[in-house]
């Protein structure tokens, strides 16, 4: 028997924002990965809290939601809970590392192709996406450049700017 959680709030950038891309940075480096992420080391790995914990942000034509998922004993409800608002808050106070930064990069851009281009499928959602957002021919060409030009600076900056655990609604399902 497991326990599902959901929480978040409204995110206030769309696709073509201009902060999009650290925020995309900063939400994988969080809570992108189960296994690679800073709630994924701190709430599954370090204290064995969930089975998993994600992070994402939706930014589509309009303005989306960030929230985190995560799921658990029924036991570790309330103290994963609590313990993914304390980890949150610190990563918004002391900010990613440079290491986290670079981990986060080189994973979006090698994992590109494999999202993007690996099947007729993947090829005709980014197809329909540069038109739908008008990202332009060149997106393709430039993605690992545009990932490669954000800074540490904007990433802490974004993180401050639209990651509010205060703000969370929060939904437990299960048992």
Same mark, same amino acid.
């Given at each position: 028997k497991q326990t599902e959680i959901n929480m978040g709030h409204a995110c206030p950038i769309d696709r073509l924002h201009p902060d999009f891309y650290p925020l995309l940075i #900063?939400?994988? #480096?969080? =809570? =992108?990965s189960s296994l690679s992420s800073r709630l994924g080391t701190a709430i599954r790995d370090d204290n064995g809290l969930v089975y998993n914990i994600r992070t994402s942000f939706a930014a589509s034509l309009g303005a989306g939601a960030f929230k985190v998922v995560l799921g658990c004993n029924p036991a570790n409800t309330r103290k994963a809970i609590d313990l993914t608002k304390e980890v949150i808050a610190d990563f918004i106070k002391t900010g990613a590392n440079q290491t986290e930064l670079e981990v986060t990069k080189s994973y979006l851009i090698g994992s590109f192709a494999v999202r993007t281009l *690996? *099947?007729?499928?993947?090829?005709a959602e980014t197809m329909s996406q540069l038109q739908l957002f008008k990202l332009g021919d060149d997106y393709i060409d430039n993605y690992a450049d545009r990932v490669n030009a954000i800074t540490l600076e904007q990433v802490n900056d974004v993180v401050k700017k639209y990651i509010h655990p205060d703000q969370f609604k929060t939904v437990v399902v299960g048992p």
């Open positions: #900063a939400n994988y #480096a969080l =809570g =992108g *690996s *099947s007729n499928e993947s090829i």
